[in-house]
């Protein structure tokens, strides 16, 4: 592979934000499965990541690190700077829950997935199903 030029790693940092890829995995997934969604709504709280309107439902996916997930990705803080982070970090957690809590308010289906389930074995597919729920399934079949 081509080592980066400055530039072009600048480009990827701006890009990676807003779409990392675990985004681009569940965004593919959702599309295969023939939904379509908006992106980073900004008129909701939080600006979820994927929109479905259609469905109710809002899907936030998490980045371990920075949104905290209990696993080993999600428990590490840096070594230097240490109670920034942890404070910073403390307020990525609290921001989350209210803009979760303000969706529910607004009588949004929120489903949240991290990116260290993202390859589990069903994991995608569970995401589907809640978006979906089966009596909503059938009663689109039966719509056919
Ligand atoms: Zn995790």
Redesign the pocket.
Known sequence: MNKPTAQRSRIMSCIKSKNTKPEIIVRSYLHSMGLRFSLHRKDLPGKPDIVMPRYNTCVFV?G??WHK??????RKVPKTNTQFWIDKFAANRKRDAKNRRDLRRLGWNVETI????IEKPGRLERLYDNIIPKKVYDRLKKAV
């Open positions: 998490n371990c690190f997930h209990n696993c080993k990705k999600g991290w990116e260290c389930q």
